[in-house]
């Protein structure tokens, strides 16, 4: 799921290229990504675009006459640009936007179709779309903590969670959480101040970071490859492959369709989190530190 580097990036070009631009045309071609009908999606057509802006994961398009179309890509959402009259929909594009200086398209790829556009009048129906999460570019370190502090929660929850923090999804959680030195099953009722202030810290280096270098290439050339798994990132994605700072090999947590990736060495002092599924089938088989996990490979285990 893009979250919000990536989304920043996309605002960062389409800004370039639709401000100030009429919407000539919608055209969608699966009806399922229409979740609004009143006003309906043909009061947008002709409207100019004033404004881009992020609510949560959510790319807004403000219009004339206080419009707001709403893009929620979902996990497999994506745009591309088309310059002129180039744009060709496939199979799995959604939705196309005409502008005179080209067209935008939303595809998805998979079968599960997730993704959601709906058209808002007035500045209270923008707002019964935001989550709520605080954001943390701009957040103090009092208020950061209260939020993390609010429930008790694993790391990873807390982080992800949209009505605790906007923008950050799987994959920045987890570098996030590697950058913190912290493992993403501890629980916020556990952390100490100097903890908090190094998740802090780590929240805003690393989605700093990765902010700067998306939206600087977006500046270049329209976002077309975004992805959750990129080769810079330090664990995400990384499973099997040596800690950039350490040299242990990546270790993860799977559960449901997601998974967390973690080193052993630098966030949970060597020892191993269960993963659930593989936990109920090896029992008590099931290694609890990188020797043991070393050993039983060797031994074929």
Known sequence: MPELPDILAYLEALDQRVRNQPLEDIRVTSPFVLRSFDPPLSSAKGKVITNLRRVGKRIVFCLEDDLFLIVHLMIAGRFHWKEGDRAKPNRQTLASFVFPTGTLLLTEAGSKKRA????AKGAASLASHDPGGLEVLDASLESFKERLMKENHTLKR????????????????DEILHAAGLSPLKLTSKLEDQEVDRLYQAVRTTLGFWTEKLSTEARESFPEKVTAFRTEMSVHGKYGKPCPKCGTPVQRIVYAANESNYCPTCQTGGRLLADRALSQLLKQDWPRTLEELEQKLRSGG
């Open 158 to 173: 807390s982080l992800t969670d949209p009505h605790f923090f906007s923008g950050i999804g799987n994959a920045y959680s």
């Open 116 to 119: 959601s556009i709906y058209l």
